[in-house]
């Protein structure tokens, strides 16, 4: 049973084929060139039960090759793609479950032959993935072989479609190093970003789509109601990252990097689908979040991974500007909990709009998401992760080190340093509030990495306060933002706004040192 291990890509740039051929050219990389056009439809019964096993069937049809084709879970990795895979060759172009060998069904819980034998005769065709595919079988100065392809085309589902136009990389035999260093040179010539979707998925979320509408329009729903505007998805700020009792402190790493890089993907993902602030604030975040597990266990690391950890804080430091865009929006947002208070003045309401206006537009941070150097960070924490887990895996015995006591003693000396700032004063003006936010974000991020591993009820009873404290910076954040605005702006007209600005500053001020106490009187959940 082969495990594909590839690379897949999402590209933009125009006549793909002729520039990869040029490139490879150059490179002096000896490859064989091939073209085929591939014909592929994807079933499963009409509730889904193989995908809810995680398990996609498809057949595909193309001028030489008739074969079936069952994919089961595996991992993805910003755009890592490792699942194992089993092909049958076919004589008519229908699915035949009974030509797959029995580990297949045995490797699933409550699967069994008379199962499968009751999936065949209710299977459906669910949507086809028609595309050209141009391939270069490469063998590089190695003796490495990677297949490279460009697959062009569509997913369909009926009254629905969707473009394909991307790069996969399969590393055939070798090391996984070249298949990298094949990754990074095309990422140095062209628009790409990890694809953590494959074709599949793809196509059943669109064919899920296209089921609620048809579903909507048989229950005779108003087509006025429908709306093509696409939801954000769920945004969970400074969440946990999910590590297992039984990890060592080098998987906990690995394991934390795995997740927060999937979650980073998805973010991304979103956000070129529909740019959003709020997504946006999360990515960097995302970013934070893996910087600050590098400082966390930096005694377990090779020493190199300090290469990585500042293009990550170089990363973070580009979009550093979207914090403060997200004051901007709140006082000029007409829903934002100060706009009522401004609008009566078009002068500041226009001032503070020409400002949100200076920053990068969606188009330049897509664009850095495509860059070679974004590309580069993601396939360096890739090519860390494979090499980590190989050593752990080859020294699977000698795991002897305690999670719990690194997770306390670095839950413990992030505390210590907040506390000993917060408790300088005993009322902390607004600039003095600030001053300690980003001691509190390293504290929460701290709480991100390790407080899983600890009881849920005490975890939040400790850690919410402090994120009431957080939330409270915020807004000052978007006070100041709008007392730096008003300096620039004179008249009576402006004197209102400047009393209800002192007044609404105190007030927070208040609440703050009331939430801060609470928070400082806590007990944490680790001791």
Known sequence: MPTEIELKYLIVNDNVVEKVTKLLKSQQLDFVQSQANLANCYYDSADLILRQHDIGLRVRSSEKLLEQTIKTSGKVIAGLHQRPEYNVELTQATPNLSLFPDEVWSSIPHFSAQTMAQIQGQLITLFATDFERVTWLITNENGSKIELVFDLGCITVEGASESICELELELVDGKTQDLFALAKLLADHFLIRPGIKSKAARGYKLFAQQTVVIQKESANEDENNKSNVKELPVITPLELIPLKHSFSIEQSFSSGVEFSLNQLQKMIDAYCAQPSLKVLIKITELLALIRHGFWLFQDYLPENVQVIRSDLSKLIK???????????????????????????????ISQLKVEKSRFPDPDSVIALFYSARFNAMQLALLDLLL???????????????????????K????????????????????????????????????????GSLYTKSERLAFRNPWLDVKQGMDELHTLLTLQQQLTSISGEQFEKIHHWLDSKVDSLLLALDCSRKNAMSMTPYWR
Request: proline letters at 1%; hydrophobic letters at 35%.
């Open 387 to 409: 090499t980590l887990n190989h050593q752990q895996t080859a020294n699977a015995e000698q795991h002897n080190n305690d999670l719990y006591v690194f997770a306390q003693d």
């Open 411 to 450: 839950l413990e000396a992030s505390l210590t340093v907040l506390m000993n700032n917060l408790m300088q004063h005993k009322k902390l003006t607004l600039p003095e509030y600030l001053s300690q936010q980003k001691l509190l974000i390293r504290s929460l991020l701290s709480g991100s990495w390790c």
């Open 318 to 348: 580009e979009l550093s500007w979207v914090e403060n865009a997200t004051y901007f929006q709140e006082l000029t947002d007409k829903t934002g909990n100060y706009r009522k208070k401004l609008a009566y003045s078009e002068q500041l």
